[in-house]
């Protein structure tokens, strides 16, 4: 039977009061980097619609994001990163506003071991740069680390064997110890337009951003007819190869008629106002991409 525990780690024993503190310090920092990368998604869905609009191109939303024919970018870009984080939730697909950590603790003799859940790049990071978290996985489909000897291989095996029974009815980690909850997809930190501001991208990602956006709908225009048949994800993969080879001039020439019309830095001002916006069947694609 295979056994796949590439998120598992072993930290030491040193007292349930220890482990206690130690999660919720790794807590804190994961709600810290939260915050952050929240903030810096919140900031590019705004500004695409800010550059829009003050580039004079009308602004189409689906209609759940639209009040009396307007929106405003700073609570548009909130809900939507919040509908994003939900459907991951409720539906366990992947998001890059998928904000879900968990950590298992299975207590051992002379040791506990860990099994860290969650899709954020930047949260594993945090963890493993905390100096009680040691890698301490297994896999039996390829071949160990080069820096883990046999002996250590063949022991971590059997604990997580011992750990995580996989022979009669199956059995989670919560079942053989403590989950510590350190972030879910809902009740996520709240954003300031002034935190969207700290965290906003450039003038030059900003113009690139928005040339792509404008470039898409000409791309599609002239695509073959028999690629209007493909899927969305092969049509976007399309149209980012055309980006970066032929269509390379096309966009450098758009952005320099970009760059000139956009403000050098988003405002809060900009990122609170009400601009007028229509309904649309489907998003915009570059807000799509986000």
């Not at 594993?124 to 996985?137: F, I, Q």
């Not at 879910?184 to 951003?209: G, H, K, W, Y």
Request: glycine share 6%.
């Amino acid at each position: 039977m295979n056994i796949n525990v590439a998120n598992g780690y072993r930290l030491p024993t040193v007292g349930l009061g220890y482990i206690h503190q130690f999660l919720l310090r790794f807590g804190q920092r994961v709600d810290e980097a939260t915050h952050g990368l929240l903030s810096r998604a919140e900031a590019r869905l705004a500004c695409s619609l800010t550059d829009r609009y003050k580039y004079g191109l009308e602004v189409h939303l689906p209609a759940t994001y639209i009040s009396d024919g307007h929106v405003v970018p700073a609570e548009f870009a909130a809900r939507r990163v919040a509908d994003d984080a939900e459907i991951a939730f409720r539906k366990g697909s992947r998001s890059p506003h998928d904000y879900f950590c968990r950590v298992a603790v299975i207590p051992r003799q002379d040791h506990v071991l860990a099994l860290l859940y969650t899709s954020q790049r930047r949260f594993v990071e945090l963890w493993e740069s905390l100096p009680e978290v040691r890698g301490y996985g297994y896999w039996d489909e390829s071949d160990p680390p080069e820096d883990v000897s046999e002996s250590e291989w063949e022991q971590r095996r059997l604990e997580w064997e011992q750990s995580l029974p996989l022979v009669g009815a199956p059995r989670c980690p919560g079942q053989m110890g403590l989950f510590f909850q350190a972030m879910t997809n809902r009740n996520l930190p709240e954003v300031t337009a002034s935190d969207m501001c700290a965290f906003a991208p450039t003038l030059e990602e900003r113009t690139m951003a928005l040339a792509i956006d404008m470039l898409y709908p000409e791309f599609l225009r002239h695509m073959e007819h028999d690629d209007h048949q493909l899927p969305a994800w092969a049509v976007m993969l399309e149209f980012s190869e055309w980006i970066d080879g032929s269509g390379m001039q096309r966009k450098e020439r758009k952005m320099d008629e970009v760059r000139s019309k956009l403000e050098p830095l988003p405002s809060e001002e900009s990122f609170l106002a009400q601009i007028p916006a229509s309904v649309a069947t489907d998003i915009d694609p570059m807000i799509a991409r986000l």
